[in-house]
């Protein structure tokens, strides 16, 4: 899929900022500006976040548990997530579920084993992303009917632009296939975002039966 052109939307870059939590943690920080060129990863001292970042991951590096992801949006709904590696699959691929409960901070991120000694329920998640992890092509996309229509969706995709950007794959991005709601979830996108997922080719049905 093409990028957008330098004056529209910006394609985006990562910025690397040292972590106090602990010995070679780190956060990158995406933010939508043209400073540099797209995808790259630009080290930067110090804490401070550029003014126009949209999402940071906080870990240790690409194979290691990450610890959480802040995402920059207004009136975002207090998400924490379970990451869910899929190497095995063909193609391989990951799903991050959300869970909107108190029982962590807005952001945490668990490992599958994590969750499993927490008691995590698979039927307590509030939504679902799942994506092609070599390709970054976003696979499929659930946020139970409860849920919609609350930017649930919205922050959960930044949350998983973040852990796969952390992870060293490609940027996620969205081919023509949707259900009805995925269209809607498309052309609700913000600019930096909404080019990233082609017109709309191929009408899929509802994961959610009845809908």
Do not use: C
Not at 71 to 77: C, G, I, M, S
Not at 115 to 124: D, K, L, N, T
């Amino acid at each position: 899929m093409p990028g957008p052109a330098a004056e529209g939307p910006a394609d985006g870059w990562w910025a690397r900022l040292p972590d106090d939590g602990g010995p070679g943690g780190h956060t990158l920080v995406w933010v939508a500006s043209h400073e540099f060129p797209a995808n790259t990863v630009v080290t930067l001292p110090g804490s401070r976040r550029p003014a126009a970042w949209r999402v940071a991951v906080r870990g240790e590096g690409p194979a290691a548990p990450i610890s959480s992801v802040e995402v920059a949006l207004p009136d975002a709904p207090l998400l924490w997530y379970v990451e869910l590696p899929e190497p095995e699959a063909a193609p391989g691929a990951a799903t991050l579920v959300a869970f909107s409960d108190p029982r962590y901070a807005g952001g945490t991120v668990l490992t599958a084993g994590e969750a499993r000694a927490a008691g995590v329920a698979g039927e307590q998640q509030v939504a679902a992303f799942r994506w092609w992890t070599d390709s970054g092509l976003v696979h499929q996309i659930y946020v139970s009917p409860e849920h919609r229509r609350k930017r649930v969706m919205l922050t959960l995709a930044h949350a998983a632009f973040a852990v796969q950007g952390m992870r060293g794959g490609p940027p996620l991005h969205g081919d023509g296939r949707r259900t009805d709601d995925g269209e809607a979830f498309a052309r609700a996108l913000p600019s930096y975002g909404a080019w990233r997922a082609v017109p709309r080719t191929e009408h899929l049905p509802s994961m959610t039966p009845g809908n």
